[in-house]
């Protein structure tokens, strides 16, 4: 073979070459479009079960139109980074979605009727940058009905529920109907603080969390349930203080649980609301109190035991007036609990966004020896807490003498929790016999044949349970406000939120509660962050220290010059120059201590950027070299290999 045909076969060589990576670019772009690898260690990337079942469950065409103020997202990187992904991921959305979801994608400049569309349509602008101008980042969703469902801006801070909201809005055009709520319980929710006296006086004040609760729900509060009552029909049951709820009933519930229905269950080991209800003879609050509504044969049956007493906590007790040692006596009262941020769940769906809630007298949930479900809490107290009796919460409970009582354990306990998994049922040895009357009137009718018990579940149970009813009533968490002679409700806590946050939950169907948080696409450098926050802590013991120099240098000063305001003209000479030897005293410790406090930012500023070049060196340098070796090597390798062929041929 001569020079030129090599030559030539070399060049037809490298045409065919890219010729095959053309077709294979193209073929891979259209046939591999769906096609992921996911690497991320909180898989930010790969699309739950749970939402995939409900893109292929969609019924009916759905738009979807993406704002986001694209050209103005270059003087935010990370907003614009952020918004690469919910387009990324709405584009998945609609490439699974069998054809159901159409996706548009807008960028509202200013003054554009694009930014009319979204000003129309809800979504929210915030000002960004130098020049003010609006920058939009939402979304808009609607059915072929009209019905429109918004995500008004998204928010970084969000980032692990992204997926859970835009799921869920989804579902919810695809299943227009307001989600079905039964409320069975004792307090008297419908009526308010004074009860049904109250509402036979015409003096009925119902319980504001009802009135959020059917703001967004098809709610209705059952009084006196029969066990008929409780069915499939309800999506979700609501129990509020479930004091005096008969066998029946309790074997409705655990059937409805059993066979999938979703329950949401206020129990109090001792309710301060319905302690304080008026008697209807004599219209003072009932000697005795209240006896607790803990319903223990229905929860120890699915694995949870909820301890008879109340948690106190110290670090977390309200401050009360308590009308002792003279009037307006501020104390700590251990049984009433301001819950924070970091009392909350931060990886559940339905306390992720609470930062507050008030609680009374709560009850303290754990696992049952050998229960099977698993138990995971939503709400807890601090380690500054322990167990004490009901009992002394009645009568008149002294916040001093509760105080004197406590003795912290140092152990968690669990306010409210999440209980999924297998469960069996409450009466193993079938439904509770009926009553005397009941027994009669079912002579007198016929009645349909009792359903077939259910054992146990055949799927995951879903419970929400909250060992506090008190949290419902509202001078727990709303404040009353007068102006211009109407009544105004502030909010002090998010007692509300939390149980329309649940319904919400466990309203949708199993793929949705079934979505957990995912991780944040925006990760610190937790090495580089803990050398900073160690050198900052550094600096600032220094930078203390010098204050305290600074302050005992000036006290100095204003005693020498108190001295030579009342020392005669001889001593103000020597007053005068002990005052400069300590002015120069003083300045050569500021030059010595910010010299030490620069060394310090120095010696930090040269830890981080050791390690940010080492990671770069890695990511940029390290990689590329490593592939250029192993190309290099397999050169080597081919050559050799050609080299002994042309020997021994």
Do not use: C
């Not at 939402?138 to 469902?149: F, K, M, P, W």
């Not at 700590?332 to 909350?344: G, H, K, N, R, S």
């Not at 009992?391 to 929790?417: C, H, I, S, V």
């Amino acid at each position: 073979m001569n020079a030129r045909s090599k030559t030539l076969l070399t060049g037809t060589g490298l045409v065919a070459a890219f010729a095959l990576f053309f077709a294979v670019n193209v073929a891979s772009n259209q046939g591999l479009r769906d096609a992921r690898l996911d690497l991320t260690q909180a898989r930010l990337y790969t699309l739950s079960d749970g939402t995939r079942n409900v893109l292929k469950g969609l019924q009916e065409p759905i738009t979807l139109r993406f704002f986001f103020s694209d050209k103005l997202a270059t003087q935010a990187p990370q907003i614009k980074q952020y918004g690469q992904r919910v387009r990324e991921l709405l584009e998945r959305y609609a490439a699974l979605s069998g054809g159901k979801l159409r996706l548009e994608v807008i960028d509202p400049e200013p003054f554009s009727e694009a930014e009319d569309r979204a000003v129309a349509a809800g979504i929210q602008a915030v000002s960004l940058g130098q020049s003010g101008q609006n920058f939009y980042f939402g979304l808009v969703a609607t059915n072929s009905v009209d019905q429109q469902e918004s995500i008004p801006f998204f928010q970084a801070e969000k980032e692990q529920f992204l997926e859970y909201d835009l799921t869920k809005l989804i579902y919810g055009l695809n299943n227009p109907k307001k989600p079905s709520i039964a409320i069975i319980g004792s307090l008297p929710l419908e009526y308010g603080p004074g009860g049904i006296m109250a509402a036979m006086r015409g003096q009925a004040q119902p319980y504001l969390v009802l009135g959020q609760v059917k703001q967004f729900f098809d709610a209705k509060v059952l009084e006196a349930p029969k066990p008929e009552d409780i069915t499939d029909k309800f999506d979700t049951i609501v129990l509020a203080h479930p004091k005096d709820l008969s066998d029946e009933a309790q074997y409705a519930i655990d059937q409805f649980v059993l066979k999938g229905g979703r329950l949401i269950a206020f129990v109090d080991p001792y309710s301060e609301t319905m302690a304080a209800m008026p008697n209807p003879m004599t219209g003072q609050p009932m000697p005795g109190g209240d006896s607790g509504s803990l319903l223990p044969k229905l929860f120890q049956s699915w694995g949870v035991d909820i301890e008879p007493k109340f948690v106190a906590d110290l670090s977390l007790a309200q401050r009360v007036q308590t009308g002792r040692q003279g009037a307006g006596a501020i104390a700590d009262y251990i049984p009433w609990l301001a819950l924070t941020e970091a009392q909350m769940s931060h990886d559940d769906i339905i306390t992720a966004q609470i930062t507050s809630i008030n609680v009374a007298s709560a009850g303290a949930i754990k696992k049952r020896e050998g229960g099977t479900t698993t138990i995971t809490p939503l709400m807890q107290s601090s380690k500054n807490a322990m167990l004490m009796d009901v009992a002394d919460l009645r009568g008149d409970p002294n916040p001093q003498a509760l105080a004197e009582k406590f003795k912290a354990t140092g152990e968690t306990y669990t306010l409210a929790a999440r209980i999924t998994g297998p469960a069996k049922t409450a009466f193993p040895d079938g439904p509770p016999a009926p009553k005397a009357a009941d027994a009669k009137d079912g002579e007198k009718k016929e009645a349909a044949a009792p359903a077939p018990q259910v054992k146990e579940s055949a799927k995951p149970i879903n419970v929400v349970l909250v060992a506090d009813a008190d949290l419902l009533d509202d001078r727990f968490w709303v404040r009353t406000q007068q102006m211009f002679g109407q009544s105004l409700y502030v909010p002090i806590a998010a007692n509300a939120d939390f149980l329309v946050n649940a319904i919400d939950n466990l309203s949708g169907s199993g793929d949705l509660i079934g979505l957990r948080s995912r991780g944040k696409s925006q990760r610190p450098f937790l090495v580089i962050e803990e050398l900073r926050r160690s050198a900052d802590q550094q600096y600032q013991a220094r930078e203390r220290a010098l204050q305290k120099k600074l302050d005992e240098t000036e006290k100095q000063i204003a005693e020498l010059q108190s001295k030579a305001g009342t020392g005669g003209s001889g001593s103000n000479a020597l007053v005068s120059a002990e005052q400069q030897a300590a002015i120069e005293g003083l300045r050569a410790e500021i030059l010595t201590t910010r010299k030490e406090l620069r060394n310090v930012q120095r010696e930090l500023n040269r830890d981080i950027e050791k390690l940010q070049l080492g990671v770069k060196f890695i990511n940029i340098g390290l990689v590329p070299l490593l592939a250029a070796l192993v190309a290099i090597g397999l050169g080597i390798a081919w050559r050799r290999r050609r080299f002994v062929r042309s020997v021994e041929g």
